[in-house]
């Protein structure tokens, strides 16, 4: 375990690694600090991420694009607004699939 992220490493075939960034103190600029620290990671082990998350307020989504290493094969933007930078995405991107919300979230459960 990483004081700024968290690896899930399978076991068996095939194989899977997820890296997940944990939830640090945005005011202190930690988290922005660690997405870079993972990227710099990511970049000297020769991992280049399938699959992108973005699991956040859509401000945020313009530092994950710009993480982006242009091999993404799915895309999920879980953020309102999301939707809103497809074009930047596959451009970076041109082979993905992307997955994105329309500002339908809610505070409430029904």
């Known amino acids: ?3 700024e992220w968290v690896e899930i490493k399978s076991i068996r075939e095939p194989k899977v690694w997820i890296y997940a960034n944990r939830a640090l103190d945005s ?10 620290h993972l990227n710099k990671y ?3 082990n020769n991992l280049l991420p399938s699959v992108v998350i ?7 989504l313009p530092g ?6 242009g091999d ?3 895309v999920v933007l879980g953020s ?8 930047e995405i596959l451009e970076l991107n041109p082979d993905a699939h992307i997955i ?7 505070g409430r459960y029904q």
């Open 54 to 60: 973005h699991r956040g307020h859509s401000y945020w």
């Open 100 to 106: 994105s919300t329309k500002e339908i979230g809610t």
């Open 80 to 87: 309102c607004g999301g939707y809103k930078n497809l074009n």
């Open 64 to 69: 994950t694009i710009k993480r982006m290493q």
């Open 1 to 3: 375990m990483k004081p």
């Open 72 to 74: 993404a094969k799915i």
């Open 42 to 44: 990511l970049n000297n």
């Open 27 to 36: 005011d202190k600029n930690l988290d922005d600090s660690a997405q870079a």
